[in-house]
C-alpha cells in the first residue's frame, strides 16, 4: 500500500517540478511560455490547425482549461481562431508566423530540459520508466 502511494505521491511531485521548471527555463531565455501553454503550442506544430476540443482530448486537459491556453496564446499573438467552415461553433486554432518562429528554439529548450532531468539514468532505466507510465495511463 506504502508503495502505490508512493507512486501516485511521486509522479504528481515530478508533474510539478518538470512544469515550473520548465517555466523557469523559458523565462530565463526570454520564452514567454508556461509549459502548458507550450503543450498546446508543440501540440499545433506536430498536428497542425486543430479544434479545441481535439487539442483537449490530446493533451488531456479539461475544455475550461484549453480555453484559458488559447486565450493567452491569442493575445501573445502565437495563434488565432478561425471558425470553421463545416460547423460555425467550432474554432480552428491556427498557429501564427510569430508562433512558428519559436517552434525550433523553443522545441530544443524542452529537449534539453528533459535530458537534464534524465541525465545520469541508463536509456534502458529511460524506457522502463516510459513504458511504465504507457501502461499506467492505459490502466486509467
Known amino acids: 500500500m506504502i508503495l502505490v502511494k508512493q507512486a501516485g505521491v ?3 511531485i515530478l508533474n510539478c517540478k518538470l512544469k515550473k521548471h520548465l517555466a523557469e527555463v523559458f523565462k530565463k531565455n526570454g520564452v ?55 460547423d460555425r461553433r467550432v474554432n480552428n486554432i491556427v498557429v501564427t508566423e510569430e508562433g512558428m518562429a519559436l517552434k525550433d528554439s523553443t522545441k530544443q529548450l524542452a529537449i534539453d530540459t528533459m535530458n537534464k532531468a534524465l541525465a545520469g539514468i541508463p536509456e534502458e ?5 516510459v513504458d511504465v507510465l504507457k501502461k499506467v495511463c492505459s490502466n486509467i
Not at 503550442?41 to 493533451?59: C, Y
Not at 532505466?125 to 520508466?129: G, P
Open 32 to 86: 514567454n511560455l508556461t509549459a502548458e501553454q507550450y503543450l498546446v503550442m508543440d501540440t499545433l506544430w506536430n498536428e497542425g490547425t486543430l479544434t479545441q476540443q481535439a487539442i483537449a482530448f490530446i493533451i488531456q486537459k479539461d475544455k475550461n482549461s484549453v480555453t484559458q491556453f488559447i486565450d493567452n496564446l491569442e493575445k501573445k499573438g502565437l495563434v488565432t481562431r478561425s471558425v470553421s467552415q463545416e
Open 10 to 12: 511521486y509522479v504528481n
Open 125 to 129: 532505466d529511460v524506457l522502463t520508466f
